[in-house]
Structure formats: structure tokens, C-alpha cells
């Protein structure tokens, strides 16, 4: 009889997943978890079984942008699949931007709100995008307190009814570049009363928005990105016309495929000033903070979904006598992406925790500060833990890691943007000294780290213990010494330092974690996945180095 492979199955997403149900009862109250676990075990169901099927059978479907009616009349419209529509309705009706804004369960609704986004993401085809732009542009809204667009537009962003929620895009991306957007050449001039803009925008993600935040530099303004000033767009009018605007093209990208990017023009869109008429780089800083907390818990998400794929597979697939499961090597694999992955989760989700506590008046100044620096450091970090996860997934399946009709190729091409939009690792690290040198971010943080650390006592973690604290002094040192040196210096190694502090976190959360768990829990699991998570390395500072001659020639190979 011929072989044929037996598939692999991913079964309910939250029941499977011991690390998100863990870190569920040590950080919400019984009640409210009891309150949301029937909607947890739901969704995880849908995104472990009927999601999943429907993002395969759709898996070749992509926008199509239709630039003229039957009779000629250009519309420039882009019509997305059906699943798109699909993943939608899920969102609005689970709330996965409304339950952040509905204040159900007070501070603890951000871990709530992102437990769904987690949950869903990789089963949705980055129909997560939209959402963390939708929420992003509400917390804005709402964080400048501009009364006629809080009205106008929150209300729709944070709907659960799917015919009247809104999602938002954000459209900063210039053909002078993405990051810096000091750059940007779109010109807002007066027109009576209103604001029109002019200019072209390279990279517009979600453009079926029905709004979207963006700059551009009211005429008369210096250059540099104190001349911008942050804009609302309304796509459409209410016969359904586009607002001044001409979409080019859709973009033909590496992954991302069912989510439809275009090329545009602005060619006098009306808009609207929500915080002044400067500084708009500033003032989109709400929105970063809440895009880059949804792409680290998506990092994380796309990990989860890696580790599983792979782990049941290997109690399927029998090579050289036996499942891979059973196989020294392969248990070595999967323990490390675990290890990896656990880390991760506990970092992104601090920030979720702390984002919580933050927006229902519950931080403190320390707790402030070490937020401040873990937005960019929990993006870059977790980003790059999820490429380097998706590749080992696929590898763990050989050469069905590489068919595409398995949708595992899709895991690593939408995984991939992870470390590019919201900010590169480079641009991040940058932000991160930033965050030490102009909010004094550096001492909350470390201070943070230790007390994460206090109550650990049970013998083995010792060594994940010194381990964080360890490597986190250290790049306090290399700081100083850098910064001594020169700002060259301190540049060139911004990289490193900041995924130092970023491990250095993630591995005192995940330690922290592990002596709760096993008092609480009885739970060893935990603690063998910091002690994996540590031995793969926390001080990434003196892994490399050159001085700047050095530094320069091996770059350009001259």
C-alpha cells in the first residue's frame, strides 16, 4: 500500500496553549477570566479550525483594483475577497478593537483584547494590520482630545457592529522613504476654512479604510519633521467618491498578499488637523506606541502558530524508525523555538499589561518610563525572533515546509514584514536611545528588570537570575563607555545594545514567571524554558566589534 503523510491539525488555539492560559490566571482577576474564557475557548477554536481552513482554500485570493466603471468613469476601486470580508465581520463582532475602548474590565481589558488579536492573527491573513491601525488611530483621537473627529469617527473605530465599523489607515510612507519621515514632501495648503493635501504616498497598508492618519507640511512650514503636522483623511464622501484621492497601483509584495497596499496621490484631499499645525511627528506617537505593541504580539502569535505546526507534525511524521518527536535532535529544535517563543510571549505581553495599566490611570511614573523604552525595545526584539521562528518551522517540515499548497511558505513571507513596518530593527534601536536620552528611560527600566527578579528563589533559577541581571548591567555599562567615546560609537552598537535589553527583559519575565508557575501551578515547564531561553545567549553587546575604519570597510567590502 503507498505511503501518504498524514497531515497536520491544529486543534483549539487557547485550550492547546499552556503559556497564554498560564500567564491568563497569574495576571487576571478569577472572575474576569472566568467572565472571558468561553469567548477564548471560541475563538481558538475558529482560529485552529475554521479560520485556518478558510485562509487555505483562500490562500491565492488578492485585492483587485478596478480604475474604471463600465462607462468610464474612473473610481479606483479595490474589492478585497471574500475571506477578507469574512475576517471583518470576526473582528468587529469579538470586539478586537472595541473591548481595549469599552472599559468592561478596566486596565485588564488590554490583555483581554490582545489574548483575542494573539489568538487570531495567523488563521486571519494579517487582517491584524487594519485592526492595530484602527486602534491606533483611535487612541490618537482620543489622546489629543479633538472633539469633532472624537465624535465623527472613535464611536465607528471601536464598533462591534460590522456595518458601521470603521478601520483606519496610516499613511506616512513617502517615495523619500519610510523611516525618515522628516522627509516627507506632501504639501497641505489652506482653502478657506479647510486643509488640502498634495503629494504622493508610496506605501498605504488597508487603503479600503474609510479613513486614515497622515502628514504633511502646511505651506510656510520649515523642513525637517517639526514642519509636519498630523492629518485625518476621510477616504470617501458620502456618495462614495474618493476624497481627492488617485490610487496608482496595488503593490506586488513578498507576503502580505491578501491585504490590499497601494500607490496614491493626494490631489487636494480635504483633511483635517488633529493636534496643531507642527510637531505632527510627535503627535502620531500615540498610534506607534499601539501599532508596535500589535506587532509584537502578532511576533509572538506567529511563533505560537510555528511551534505548533511543527510540534504536531513531529508526533506524525516517522523517520528512521521512529516520530520526530521521539528523535534526540528534533526534541532540541522544538525546545529551542519553545524557549524562544516563551520568551517573546512574556515581553510582549508586559507591554500589553503596562499598556493597560496606563491608560486607566493605574501606572506609576517607573512603570511609565519602563514602557516608554519597552514599546520599541518588544518590537525589534520579538520581530526578529519571529522570522528566524517561522524559518525553523518550515524546516521542521522539510520539504513540505517548502510546498506551497501546505500554507506554510505564507507563515514565513507574512511573518517577514514583522521587522520592517512600525519601524526597522536599526530605526527602533535608534528610538531606543532616544527613549534613555531624552526621558531618562534606562533607570526605570533596569530598576523594573530587578524587580521582576525579587521574588525568585527556587535554586535552579539562579542562574537565569544572574543571567538577566547580568547582561542588563552590562549594557548599562557599554552605554556609558560608548557615549563617552562618541556618538559614532554609541550608534554603531545601538543595534545590539538594545537587543541585549530586550533579551535581558524577556528573560527576567520568563523567570519571574517560572517561580510563580511553580508555586502556584506546580509547574517545571516554565522554568525549562528560561534556562533554554538563557543558554541561546542574553549579552549580544561584545558578540562583535570593530573600530570605525574597520566598521566601515567591512560594510561597503573596500
Not at 355 to 364: A, D, K, T
Amino acid at each position: 500500500m503507498t505511503f501518504i503523510q498524514e497531515a497536520f491539525e491544529l486543534g483549539n488555539h487557547f485550550t492547546s496553549d499552556r503559556v497564554l492560559q498560564s500567564y491568563l490566571r497569574r495576571w487576571l482577576p478569577s472572575e474576569v477570566l472566568e467572565e472571558i474564557r468561553p469567548q477564548l475557548e471560541r475563538v481558538g477554536a475558529d482560529a485552529g479550525g475554521r479560520l485556518w481552513d478558510l485562509s487555505m482554500s483562500a490562500r491565492n485570493e488578492e485585492p483587485e483594483l478596478i480604475h474604471f466603471d463600465p462607462w468610464g468613469r474612473r473610481i479606483d476601486e479595490i474589492r478585497v475577497p471574500a475571506a477578507w470580508k469574512e475576517y471583518a465581520r470576526v473582528a468587529a463582532e469579538e470586539g478586537l478593537v472595541a473591548t481595549a475602548y469599552d472599559g468592561a474590565h478596566g486596565g485588564h481589558s488590554r490583555i483581554h483584547q490582545f489574548a483575542l488579536a494573539y489568538l487570531l492573527d495567523r488563521s486571519t491573513h494579517t487582517y491584524s494590520c487594519p485592526l492595530a491601525m484602527t486602534d491606533g488611530a483611535a487612541r490618537t483621537l482620543l489622546h489629543h482630545g479633538h472633539e469633532g473627529l472624537i465624535a465623527e469617527a472613535v464611536g465607528h473605530l471601536t464598533s462591534r457592529d460590522p456595518d458601521a465599523m470603521w478601520t483606519a489607515g496610516q499613511w506616512m510612507t513617502e517615495r523619500t522613504g519610510g523611516s525618515d519621515v522628516g522627509l516627507s514632501e506632501t504639501v497641505a495648503r489652506k482653502d478657506g476654512d479647510s486643509w488640502r493635501l498634495h503629494g504622493t504616498k508610496w506605501f498605504t497598508s488597508a487603503t479600503t479604510s474609510e479613513m486614515a492618519l497622515t502628514l504633511a507640511r502646511p505651506e510656510g512650514n520649515p523642513a525637517g519633521g517639526r514642519g509636519l503636522a498630523l492629518f485625518h483623511v476621510q477616504v470617501r464622501d458620502e456618495e462614495g467618491a474618493l476624497n481627492g484621492i488617485t490610487i496608482h497601483r496595488l503593490k506586488e509584495k513578498l507576503g502580505t498578499k491578501m491585504l490590499p497596499t497601494a500607490e496614491l496621490t493626494l490631489d487636494g484631499a480635504l483633511a483635517t488637523p488633529v493636534a496643531g499645525l507642527d510637531n505632527g511627528i510627535r503627535n502620531i506617537t500615540p498610534l506607534l506606541n499601539i501599532t508596535r505593541t500589535w506587532n509584537a504580539v502578532c511576533s509572538v502569535g506567529s511563533m505560537r502558530m510555528g511551534v505548533a505546526l511543527a510540534r504536531d507534525f513531529a508526533s506524525r511524521r516517522v523517520a528512521f524508525g521512529a516520530p520526530l518527536s521521539e528523535k534526540a535532535l528534533h526534541q532540541d529544535t522544538l525546545g529551542g523555538m519553545q524557549a524562544e517563543f516563551e520568551g517573546a510571549f512574556h515581553l510582549a505581553f508586559e507591554v500589553v499589561r503596562l499598556l493597560g495599566r496606563e491608560e486607566h490611570g493605574e501606572i506609576s511614573d517607573p512603570e511609565r518610563g519602563t514602557l516608554r523604552l519597552l514599546f520599541p525595545l518588544a518590537k525589534l526584539l520579538t520581530a526578529r525572533q519571529a522570522v528566524a521562528g517561522a524559518s525553523e518551522a518550515l524546516e521542521a517540515f522539510g520539504g513540505a515546509g517548502y510546498v506551497e499548497d501546505t500554507g506554510l511558505p505564507r507563515l514565513l513571507r507574512d511573518t517577514q514584514v514583522l521587522s520592517i513596518w512600525e519601524g526597522t530593527t536599526n530605526v527602533l534601536s535608534l528610538d531606543s536611545l532616544r527613549a534613555i536620552a531624552r526621558d531618562g528611560a534606562l533607570e526605570p527600566f533596569l530598576a523594573h528588570l530587578q524587580g521582576c527578579l525579587e521574588g525568585v528563589s527556587h535554586e535552579r533559577l539562579g542562574g537565569c537570575t544572574a543571567d538577566a541581571l547580568g547582561a542588563a548591567s552590562a549594557a548599562a555599562q557599554w552605554l556609558k563607555s560608548a557615549g563617552a567615546e562618541s556618538q559614532e560609537a554609541m550608534e554603531a552598537g545601538a543595534r545590539r545594545f538594545a537587543l541585549t535589553l530586550g533579551r535581558a527583559m524577556s528573560l527576567a519575565l520568563l523567570t519571574a514567571h517560572a517561580q510563580w508557575a511553580l508555586d502556584t501551578e506546580g509547574d517545571d515547564l516554565p522554568m525549562l524554558a528560561a534556562e533554554r531561553y538563557a543558554s541561546a545567549g542574553v549579552d549580544l553587546l561584545h558578540s562583535a566589534g570593530h573600530d570605525g575604519a574597520a566598521r566601515r570597510r567591512l560594510a561597503m567590502d573596500q
